[in-house]
């Protein structure tokens, strides 16, 4: 390879002059600007139109100020409060994706390759391009040729050819021009080649950094989550509008006909005031509105917010990135997961383990291959491969290509003079692809040949000789013994790959066959790791389908798949590509759920069998890390990418895993799962109390009594009930026993028949207890007597909270013992300590606007005993519908 790149001094010049690569980050929406957008929400609309009105009245001497002034202060709060979360929040996973997800270009500098980030590149840098790679800037090839696709830039799909400009190019106006076959562009990403690039535009000059702005994602199919929630919401929005409907004709019903003692003439008299109705209509509209406002769960999209940015976190901590928060919940939902073998269930670290001649006789190390088999060995690894050598020495080390490709050059480079015995070129090539399953290169210089590497299956049949250790040429058949040791090896685990040369030249991207020479095979060990057992058995029993996906022959993926756990029965099932096409969907659709391996297997299949999985309802999983898994990657449901995988593989997945390991899919499972349970835990509790109090406020009137929570008071009980618990449910633990749980459907309801039973007793539990405190003469009794019964209802309202509180503690967990894990929620704690001691406060200074005139030790006292009731008796419910109904 040629000698290009900058020096370290010619780098900073570089930058001095031309800057460097990084973009200019996109603006964001301000917080003011989502503040003010958040105003628009439907149900905020309406309270400020409310508000409008009711200020009016107030203005005409038909209402009281401190009305409208709670109403303001509410609407403020609860809008800056939610804006101020979801702001920071998104500010918060925005600096995470930037830290852990920056591109690694490979950089000619100082004479030697070197890996750098992205942001790091200057004018002039020389970057090796190959295939998968995302083109870091714009410039022109220097050596090489590639097949890109522009359609991030330009949006046609079609791959474009580009190839090193001739010395007398003449720039055109149409030199910018995506088609102009000589110029590369920033964002393109490699299908196929390599190529050295020199980079001429750095950063915002770049073509991408100057329409990055405009850039748009595809429309994706609704995550199982939004439609859960889509649902729920359509179902909670039908219970209170009918609720506020019903409640404001009960209020008007109670204030015209109740109030006037249902006599006829002086319920005439009463309407005769039209100032006086229009008020009570206003107020009964009102009314209404607040009770839509506390039916509907607004804080639950803040929940959603909050808990998937904390557990996102804490994922990063665990090597997993999420690119997409949809993604997270999403894989606690996965009922099937097609996982690549090589770097998620095996380790990754592949190893040249033996070389094999056609003579059958074994090699440990390079060093043991002499003479002139071991020189054509050395040409066969150094000349066709997309893998690089950087340094010498103890510096030197394997980069660029696949796992595979830096394990076979690692086999020989720098282990012998062998290593260079050869002066050769290449001029021309075959990457490798799904269809001829090897790559070729042709070679001049001391030999003249192409040089074949690939599946052994397709070699060996256009092998019609071997070289010996001679280098000497003997007829090849199938009764040679490289043929068992081939099977031997896949028996053992160990992945076979066959070497050969031909006389014959490249001719496009079509090699003539039949009259090659095996070179020999080499057999690649990968051990399974240790951990990826356990996890993958951990998540089969999770109700997650594990299917291994490998271009391995059929017997060394029976192995590593029995190694690994996958193989346990005879109902398990093991099918070829080749197997697999011939199936029809139907059949496929039969089978798929016995389904554990699929050996030799292609791009296509994944594509296929992510479309198959889906049309069987299932929530689908699929990790890669080429760019022909991209497709795959982006149908499925939750995309894997794997960290040391191409840079477009990762913009197709919803999650990379940074270490490439499978513990790390089984930790995104629990998230999801969690993040779903959390999402469950504050339904509990937001319905219990909502139900509650569309409850409590509906049949009041209708027994001629005064509603017992004012609009100001549902009002602070929607603030500090929604937000405020959104960061405390937030923040709940991921548990071990979340993954014993059996996936949920796609379609299956949010809320459980067990969700339902905490919901009804709760609820009625809390109208039943308050019916008793505002009606029994004996709970009155403890209350200081007064006309308005002002001590009475701050009780009832301090009842209400309290009553809230500790039904929180209810909701977070479904054990018995409800401190079950808490010190792992810390958040929940100081959550629910301020909601305390704000209550507390209010208590004693909302004075008229939030209808509080303190209470006395003994009223508390009542308060107190009368809210904790709630927590005995959702024990018992526990106790009886925990293995009922879950």
């Known amino acids: 390879m040629k000698n290009y790149g900058l020096t370290s001094a010619q780098v900073q010049e570089s930058k001095s002059k031309y800057g ?22 439907p149900m905020i609309k309406i309270l400020c139109v409310a508000l409008v009105i009711n200020a009016a009245f107030a203005f005409l001497g038909q209402t009281e100020w401190y009305e409208s002034v709670g109403i303001a202060i509410a609407v403020f709060l609860a809008t800056f409060v939610s804006t101020f979360s979801e702001y920071k929040n998104e500010k918060a996973f925005q600096k995470l994706q930037e830290e852990a997800s920056q591109i690694i270009c490979k950089v000619h500098r100082d004479g030697e390759i070197s890996e750098i980030s992205i942001n790091d590149l200057v004018v002039g840098d020389c970057v090796l391009l190959q295939t998968g790679d995302k083109v870091p800037a714009d410039g022109v090839l220097l050596e090489g040729e590639l097949s890109v696709d522009q359609a991030v830039l330009n949006g046609e799909t079609q791959e474009a050819r580009k190839t090193v400009m001739p010395s007398d190019y003449a720039e055109t106006e149409a030199a910018m021009d995506f088609l102009n076959e000589y110029k590369i562009f920033r964002g393109s990403v490699v299908c196929s080649g390599n190529a050295v690039m020199s980079v001429a535009t750095v950063g915002d000059k770049s073509v991408y950094g100057q329409i990055a702005g405009e850039l748009q994602q595809d429309d994706e199919r609704d995550t199982p989550l939004k439609v859960k929630l889509s649902n729920l919401a359509h179902g909670i929005s039908k219970f209170g509008y009918i609720g506020g409907v019903l409640i404001a004709l009960a209020l008007l019903f109670q204030r015209i006909v109740i109030h006037n003692g249902f006599d006829i003439a002086r319920i005439i008299a009463y309407c005769s005031n039209w100032m006086t109705v229009a008020n009570d209509l206003v107020q009964a509209l009102m009314f209404a509105v607040i009770i839509i406002v506390m039916a509907v769960p607004e804080g639950l999209p803040l929940m959603i917010a909050i808990v998937s940015a904390l557990n996102m976190g804490k994922m990063l901590k665990d090597n997993v990135l999420v690119r997409k928060i949809a993604g997270i919940e999403t894989a606690g939902s996965l009922n099937i997961l097609f996982s690549d073998k090589t770097g998620t269930i095996t380790k990754g670290q592949l190893e040249v383990v033996v070389f094999v001649s056609g003579s059958d006789r074994e090699y440990k190390s390079f060093e043991q291959v002499t003479g002139e088999l071991g020189k054509l060995l050395s040409v066969s690894i150094h000349h066709n491969t997309s893998a690089v050598v950087s340094g010498t020495g103890k510096q030197m080390k394997v980069i660029g290509g696949n796992a595979t490709e830096r394990a076979i050059l690692g086999f020989a480079a720098g282990k012998s003079e062998l290593a260079s015995a050869a002066s050769a070129a290449v001029v021309a090539d075959i990457p490798f692809n799904s269809k001829n399953k ?20 397709k070699i060996l049949d256009k092998c019609a000789h071997y070289y010996d250790e001679s280098g000497a040429r003997h007829e090849l058949n199938e009764n040679n013994a490289v043929f068992k040791k081939i099977d031997e090896l896949a028996s053992r685990a160990i992945r076979v790959l066959a070497l050969a040369t ?10 003539p066959g039949g009259n090659w020479t095996l070179v020999g095979v080499i057999g690649i060990r990968d051990e399974v790791r240790p951990e990826s057992v356990f996890a993958i058995k951990e998540v089969q029993n999770a109700g997650v389908q594990v299917v291994m996906i490998t271009g391995d022959r059929q017997d060394t993926a029976v192995a590593i798949a029995k190694e690994a756990g996958l193989l346990k029965n005879d109902l398990d099932i093991v099918i070829t590509s080749d197997e697999l096409a011939r199936m029809t969907d139907d059949d496929l659709k039969k089978q798929l759920k016995n389904i554990c391996v699929i050996a030799r297997a292609l791009p296509s ?46 913009e197709a997945s919803e999650i990379i895993i940074m270490d490439d390991n499978f513990s790390s899919i089984d930790k995104a499972i629990l998230y999801g799962r969690t993040i779903f349970n959390s999402i469950r835990k504050f339904i509990i509790f937001q319905l219990t109390i909502n139900v509650g109090a569309v409850l409590i406020s509906f049949v009041s009137p209708l027994i001629g009594m005064q509603n017992p929570l004012s609009i100001t008071q549902i009002l602070w009980i929607n603030l500090v009930m929604d937000t405020l618990a959104a960061l405390a449910f937030g923040g709940e633990p991921a548990l071990k026993r979340f993954m014993r749980e059996k996936p949920k459907k796609r379609d299956e309801n949010i809320v459980s028949a067990y969700m339902w039973s905490a919901i009804l007793v709760g609820s009625l539990l809390t109208f039943v207890l308050s019916m008793l405190l505002l009606r029994s003469d004996f709970t009155r009794s403890f209350f200081r007597a007064d006309e308005g019964n002002r001590y009475l209802l701050t009780g009832y309202f301090a009842f209400f909270i309290f009553t809230s509180v500790f039904n929180a503690f209810n909701a977070r967990t479904d054990q018995i013992n409800l401190f079950d894990n808490i010190r792992e929620n810390r958040g929940f704690l100081r959550v629910i300590a301020l909601i305390v001691t704000v209550q507390v406060l209010m208590t004693y200074l909302g004075g008229v606007i939030l209808r509080c005139y303190g209470l006395t030790l003994n009223e508390w006292s009542v308060v107190l005993v009368m809210s904790f009731i709630i927590i005995p008796v959702d024990i018992i419910r526990k106790a009886f519908a925990k293995n009922a109904l879950k």
């Open 438 to 457: 090897y790559s070729a290169s042709q070679i001049e210089g001391d030999r003249n040949i192409s040089l074949i590497k690939g599946a052994p299956e």
């Open 20 to 41: 460097d690569n990084r973009l200019t980050e996109q603006e964001t929406e301000g917080f003011w600007s989502s503040f003010k957008d958040n105003l628009g929400d």
């Open 502 to 511: 031909s006389d014959e030249k490249i001719d496009g991207d079509a090699l």
């Open 605 to 650: 299949d994944k594509s296929r069998l992510v479309r198959i999985a889906q049309d069987l309802d299932l929530v689908v999983g699929m990790t890669g890390d080429g760019v022909n898994d991209s497709p795959a990657l982006k149908a499925a449901d939750v995309g894997f990418a794997m960290g040391g995988g191409t840079e477009v593989a990762k």
